[in-house]
């Protein structure tokens, strides 16, 4: 069973660039949504999705965009890196219907913006 | 809003020790509570849950009992092993709380060490 999974593990960026933190889940779970985890902050949500073409901001969206082109695929882009955007991003999925449904997270993103 | 307090760690006990890690939320409609549990390196993984007040979650010893009256969800272990040592999340999911309710609200999170 793949659940959540994530690419890249690690990551090491300058500030100004660009990239793509890729998620994918096999669950056919309508819901799926990027967290960033900071030291003492607990996890904090970047961005979610219901549902293939749908997404919206969650509480710390600024600097990151997202697109749900399929149900299976979720990915984050950082348009133009900063230090303050060094972290770990989590990713994670649920399934639809009542809110009793746990989320599902995949291992993280560790990412570092020098 | 949704919200969730839960202490502060580090907590470091010793094995075989009894374990309580507090949580009290504060939600508009009648939230399922969780409780997360975070290996080093890796992802968060689901320890319990409970969805009404008076349920018990339990798993791997742990158990948390969903209390409205207190609007409280302590997790509780009788005797702790070096393995149990991880970061603890609490978390709710309320869905009558407007758009995008069917997301977790995480506590902070509370690290525990356990020594032999």
């Known amino acids: 069973n793949a659940g959540v999974t994530q690419t890249p593990k690690f990551q090491v960026l300058k500030t100004g660039q660009s990239m793509t933190l890729q998620c994918a889940q096999d669950?056919?779970?309508?819901?799926m949504s990027w967290y960033r985890q900071d030291p003492g902050m607990g996890l904090r949500l970047i961005h979610y999705?219901?549902?293939?073409?749908?997404?919206d901001q969650g509480e710390v969206p600024n600097g990151y965009n997202v697109s749900r082109s399929t149900t299976e695929d979720f990915p984050l882009r950082l348009l133009s890196a900063a230090p303050s955007q060094t972290s770990v991003y989590f990713c994670?999925?649920?399934?639809?219907?009542?809110?009793?449904?746990?989320?599902?997270f995949g291992d993280g993103t560790r990412l570092s913006i020098l | 809003g949704n919200s969730v307090t839960q202490m502060e760690g580090p907590v470091t006990l010793s094995e075989e020790a009894f374990l309580t890690i507090n949580c009290t939320y504060t939600?508009?409609?009648?939230?399922?509570l969780f409780w997360y549990v975070q290996y080093p390196g890796e992802g968060l993984q689901l320890l319990l849950k409970a969805t009404k007040a008076d349920d018990k979650g339990s798993n791997k010893g742990f158990e948390a009992t969903y209390r409205k009256e207190t609007t409280s969800f302590h997790l509780e272990k009788g005797s702790v092993q070096v393995s149990d040592s991880a970061v603890y999340f609490c978390?709710?999911?309320?869905?009558?709380?407007?758009?995008?309710?069917?997301?977790?609200?995480f506590g902070k999170g509370t690290k525990l060490s356990v020594i032999p």
């Open positions: 994670a999925s649920r399934k639809a219907g009542t809110d009793n449904q746990p989320q599902h």
């Open positions: 978390a709710l999911s309320d869905m009558n709380s407007g758009a995008g309710s069917y997301q977790l609200t």
């Open positions: 999705s219901v549902g293939a073409g749908i997404t």
């Open positions: 669950m056919n779970h309508e819901y």
């Open positions: 939600a508009t409609g009648y939230p399922s």
